[in-house]
């Protein structure tokens, strides 16, 4: 495994030391995890990366990519987050096999020094990019079925911060402007979030933990991300000795009251209490370090979660 943590000078900077990251770093060649740029094209308006990811042992292909743009005029500086089956260099970004189509994930940038930190095996990335006072994450790669290969095959996550339906900005407020960890969307049931996952049937199965009314809600959906669904986690604190518990994040798919589906769970990344936590913390499990994440600009006791650093 391997992390970085660092400051880019800007959204494009930001793509070009990604790429560097999970190409080259020392520990993922080491390990012979390093991922494989299959298309890298950069011009004065885009960017765009595909990548194939190896697995831990080198015999899997994890197709995702990246595509950053801008619009000034706008405000908006955006990295779109895809993931595919493979890749036909005839195709454009959005076009490629199995890419997801509709709204994407994405992260909401800026166009100045950006604070980062990434994290990467062969079989998943993860992104926490800090824009002024607020935090945008990306999720690329497998996560942790709980199901064999042959079961579940191909469990793809490509999560982010927001789907852009209500804007772009990175200081947009709305329930679709949410971590992949606690996604929400603007109405119930959408078929789009920033937390999209390939389900063992091939289909995007898109997690929604909120909806919009006049404001954000907790919305009991087919598909919740779980402990972050619960309201309750408001009142939840640290353990007695004052350390803090770290929780997996559980894909869900509620079919009735008695039958849900566990898909699987997220990779290094935790639920963690927020009562007198915040961003940029760290908190040590068996001499690891895993740093506290905001979900964006939110900082109730419920909205926080934890990337280990390895």
């Not at 789907?163 to 049931?189: A, I, K, L």
């Not at 509620?254 to 908190?283: K, M, P, Q, R």
Request: hydrophobic fraction near 40%; charged fraction near 15%; aromatic fraction near 14%.
């Amino acid at each position: 495994m391997a992390f970085e943590i660092g400051t880019a000078s800007d959204y494009r900077d930001l793509l070009d030391r990604f790429h560097t990251f999970l190409t080259a770093h020392p520990n993922l060649v080491a390990a012979g995890q390093q991922w494989q740029a299959l298309h890298w094209t950069t011009d004065a308006a885009t960017k765009e990366l595909i990548l194939k990811a190896p697995g831990l042992a080198g015999a899997e292909e994890i197709y995702c990519g990246i595509r950053a743009y801008e619009n000034a005029t706008a405000g908006y500086y955006m990295w779109d987050l895809n993931g595919f089956v493979g890749f036909n260099p005839a195709n454009d970004f959005y076009t490629q096999p199995g890419a997801i189509s509709g709204w994407l994930p994405m992260m909401s940038l800026w166009n100045t020094a950006i604070p980062y930190w990434f994290v990467a095996n062969g079989r998943r990335a993860v992104v926490v990019a800090k824009i002024s006072t607020v935090y945008q994450a990306a999720h690329l790669g497998f996560v942790l079925p709980y199901a064999t290969p042959g079961q579940y095959p191909y469990p793809l996550l490509v999560g982010g911060s927001m789907t852009g339906q209500r804007g772009r900005n990175y200081s947009v407020t709305s329930p679709n402007h949410r971590h992949f960890v606690d996604p929400g969307e603007d109405g119930q049931n959408n078929a789009n979030t920033a937390c999209m996952l390939r389900g063992p049937s091939g289909a995007w199965l898109p997690f929604q933990n909120l909806a919009y009314s006049s404001s954000e809600y907790r919305y009991d959906g087919p598909r919740p991300v779980w402990p972050t669904n619960y309201t309750y986690l408001g009142n939840l604190r640290e353990a007695p000795d004052g350390t803090y518990v770290l929780s997996p994040v559980v894909l869900t798919q509620y079919n009735s009251g008695t039958d849900h589906d566990l898909f699987g769970e997220l990779e290094g990344i935790y639920h963690v209490s927020g009562f007198n936590n915040a961003a940029e913390n760290l908190i040590t499990v068996g001499g690891v370090d895993h740093l506290v994440v905001q979900n964006v600009y939110r900082t109730s006791v419920r909205d926080y979660w934890a990337l280990r650093l390895e």
